[in-house]
């Protein structure tokens, strides 16, 4: 079916783009289980990105289920294909020149490792957002972990259903011993080392 979809490059290149903009279209990938920061952490970085005048986006796990995703449950095939799905967007909006922020559970290795595998070298920055699970559970902002913990929740990643660390990510945030702030700062620096602002 696809043998007759050919792929269309354009004039404007990645690269033109990126001039346009003055900085780099990467994919910062924000991983790790419910509740440990990744939406806030997600949302102030592109507030401060915007402030020092960079084009950024936050693609949100729980946004993008009201819409693009709305058809997915949160069977490991459901999850899979979320996270497929959000690889390809995330890859597109890198290529505009956009530094695109993505902040999902994203459970598994593999679908993380594809996701890494779409985009050059260089412009897939995994950043784990960790923080214990009892720490989490006195958090449970949503009240989500409660409800895993008593059945309520099937497949809930962390308790009825399985987180697999990243294994070598760019950058680390410890949400239960540093501030937003500071693991934003950890961020920005990132990018500032790598030229990428």
Same mark, same amino acid.
């Given at each position: 079916?696809r043998?007759? $979809?050919?792929?269309h490059?354009?004039k /404007?290149?990645?690269e033109?783009?990126?001039k346009?903009? *003055?900085?780099?279209?990467v994919v910062?990938w924000l991983?790790?289980?419910? =509740? @440990?920061g990744?939406?806030t952490?997600?949302?102030e970085?592109?507030?401060r990105?915007?402030?020092m005048g960079k084009?950024?986006y /936050?693609?949100?796990g729980?946004?993008?289920?009201? =819409?693009?995703?709305s058809d997915? *449950?949160? +069977?490991?095939?459901?999850?899979?294909?979320?996270?497929?799905?959000?690889s390809e /967007?995330?890859?597109?909006? @890198?290529?505009a020149?956009?530094?695109?922020?993505t902040?999902?559970?994203? &459970?598994y290795?593999?679908?993380?490792?594809r996701?890494?595998?779409l #985009? @050059?070298?260089?412009?897939?920055?995994?950043v784990y957002?960790?923080c &214990?699970l009892? %720490?989490?559970?006195?958090?449970?902002?949503?009240g989500?972990y409660?409800? @895993?913990l008593a059945?309520?929740?099937?497949?809930?990643?962390?308790?009825s259903?399985?987180y697999?660390?990243?294994?070598?990510?760019? $950058?680390? #945030?410890?949400?239960?011993?540093e501030? %937003?702030?500071? +693991? /934003?700062?950890?961020?920005l620096?990132?990018l500032?080392?790598r *030229? %990428?602002?």
């Amino acid at each position: 079916m696809r043998k007759h $979809i050919i792929w269309h490059e354009g004039k /404007v290149k990645k690269e033109d783009r990126e001039k346009l903009l *003055g900085q780099k279209g990467v994919v910062i990938w924000l991983t790790g289980l419910s =509740g @440990a920061g990744k939406s806030t952490i997600a949302h102030e970085l592109e507030w401060r990105l915007l402030e020092m005048g960079k084009l950024a986006y /936050v693609l949100d796990g729980d946004n993008i289920r009201h =819409g693009l995703n709305s058809d997915l *449950g949160f +069977s490991p095939e459901d999850r899979k294909e979320n996270i497929r799905r959000i690889s390809e /967007v995330a890859k597109l909006f @890198a290529d505009a020149g956009i530094i695109t922020i993505t902040a999902f559970i994203s &459970p598994y290795k593999e679908d993380r490792k594809r996701a890494r595998s779409l #985009l @050059a070298e260089g412009e897939f920055i995994e950043v784990y957002v960790k923080c &214990p699970l009892e %720490v989490l559970i006195k958090r449970d902002p949503k009240g989500l972990y409660k409800k @895993a913990l008593a059945g309520e929740i099937k497949e809930f990643t962390g308790i009825s259903a399985p987180y697999e660390e990243p294994e070598d990510p760019e $950058i680390i #945030l410890e949400t239960d011993k540093e501030t %937003v702030e500071e +693991s /934003v700062e950890k961020i920005l620096n990132y990018l500032k080392e790598r *030229g %990428v602002i």
